[in-house]
Structures are given as structure tokens and as C-alpha cells.
């Protein structure tokens, strides 16, 4: 990855609120900040995720793991104790205004070199964009399971913000699936830009602030077969603005 590569993802992202990186260049992007070293058994956790009971739709589609984080702009990132995720009705008019606990990422994966890699590149990433913050990271894994006559919906609020500064998207691993497209609109509902993420570390980088997203039903390409996506959610907030919504709750 050049400097010339890596800062036209940085002006895409200020200019228009998200960009759309292919895997390869995100690769190289990701080695700048660390290792990849347990992509294998990080990959395979996947495998591992519990159903998400809560579904307002009566969904079986969706299994997930979620860990929280907290950084400074120069300390290490830090686990935080497990907790609940909270997203307000404004953001999410499914599944909003509960706390919603999950059950935690694996330790071995949530503290290994991969994910830690992961975090990493975001916080060298994002802070190019807001410098000297305090974050309240979220790292949500996501399965988005499609059947025979039963799509998967890997974004069910639809068209969305997600009540953040920065989010960063990353596919992990995509079986036997068509569709699945990303769009990504103006908050007047202007479409922005469209990709699909097709490749492992095919990623977007949004800023949540400027934009929202959704995602296409994810479908079997042959019904008889198994057909899932995988992907990595991580997003990043102001830990004060946390802090004060959490006081509301």
C-alpha cells in the first residue's frame, strides 16, 4: 500500500463520508499496523456464534458475538467488562431501545493478533480524521445465515446509522451467496455509492456521522447448500457522548 494509495482512502472518507476498500489494499493497510498471524482460527470463530433472540422480526437468520473496547489516542486498547449493546429508536427502529446482551467474543480471539490488529489500524485510521479522543469501541461478529425460500437480512433496520462517529465494516468470509450489496446514502437519502463486498477484507470505512448504510438480502446461490456472510462490525464513538447517553438510559 503507497502513501498515495492510503490517503485516497483517507480524502474519500473526508470528502464524501465512506470509502470502499478492496481487499488486497486493505491487506496492506492492516499489515502497517500489526499481524494477521491468527486469520485462520480468528476466521474460523465464525463458526462459533450464537443466535441473535433478539429479533424483532422473528428472525432466525442472524448469529453474532460482541465485545466492547476503550482507547486513548496513544495507550493501549484495552477490553472493557462484557456488557450490553444499546442503540436508541432513533438509529434502529427494529431492534432499538433494549439492551440487548450477547454473548462475548471468545478471549483467545478478542485479545489475539488479528483482532487487536484490527483495532489498531481503526484508531490510526479514524484519528487522522478527529484527533486526541477517548473511544468506546464496539466489535460485533456477524453471520448472516440464507435458505432455501428464506433470505437473510444483514442489515433488518434497513437504511441506517448506527448512532456513532466512525464504523468500520470487514468481510471475513462470504459461502454460496448472491446479493448482499452495500449502499451507502446522504442522511436526505441521496444514494451515495454502491459495492458488494465479495472478497476476505474487502472493508468500508464510514463515517457515521455523514452517512447511512444498509445492506441487500443475502441469498443462496444453490438452495441445497449451506450459504452465510461473515463480517466484522467495528464501531467507534466519543467515550464522553457514551457516557452520557448510557447515564439516560
Known amino acids: 500500500m503507497t ?5 485516497a482512502i483517507h480524502e474519500a472518507v473526508e470528502r464524501q463520508g ?10 496492506a493497510l492492516l499489515s502497517s499496523a500489526g499481524k494477521l498471524s491468527d486469520w485462520k482460527e480468528f476466521a474460523a470463530s465464525w463458526n462459533e456464534l450464537a443466535l441473535d433472540a433478539h429479533m424483532a422480526d422473528g428472525g432466525r437468520y442472524r448469529r453474532r458475538r460482541h465485545a466492547v473496547y476503550a482507547a486513548d489516542t496513544h495507550g493501549p486498547i484495552i477490553r472493557a467488562p462484557h456488557q450490553a449493546h444499546y442503540q436508541s429508536r432513533d438509529y ?9 446482551w450477547f454473548e462475548p467474543v471468545v478471549g ?13 489500524y481503526c484508531r490510526r485510521f479514524f484519528e487522522t480524521l478527529t484527533a486526541n479522543r477517548r473511544w468506546h469501541i464496539e466489535v460485533h461478529q456477524f453471520r448472516i445465515e440464507a435458505r432455501a425460500g ?7 433496520e434497513g437504511i441506517h446509522r448506527d448512532g456513532v462517529d466512525y464504523v468500520l465494516v470487514l468481510l471475513i468470509n ?67 457522548e457514551h457516557a452520557y447517553g448510557a447515564q439516560r438510559l
Open 92 to 100: 434502529n427502529t427494529l431492534n432499538g431501545g433494549v439492551a440487548r
Open 18 to 27: 465512506f470509502a470502499f476498500v478492496h481487499s488486497d489494499e486493505m491487506a
Open 174 to 240: 462470504r459461502v454460496n451467496v448472491k446479493s448482499a450489496t452495500t449502499t451507502v446514502h446522504a442522511l436526505d437519502g441521496r444514494v451515495l455509492g454502491s459495492f458488494t463486498l465479495s472478497a476476505p477484507l474487502d472493508a468500508a470505512l464510514l463515517d457515521d456521522r455523514r452517512v447511512a448504510h444498509g445492506v441487500t438480502a443475502v441469498e443462496p446461490k444453490d438452495e441445497r447448500l449451506p450459504a452465510f456472510r461473515d463480517v466484522l462490525v467495528v464501531t467507534w464513538a466519543s467515550a464522553e
Open 3 to 7: 502513501t498515495g494509495a492510503a490517503a
Open 150 to 156: 428464506q433470505a437473510g437480512q444483514p442489515t433488518p
Open 108 to 120: 483467545s480471539i478478542g485479545g489475539g493478533p488479528a483482532l487487536n490488529t484490527i483495532l489498531e
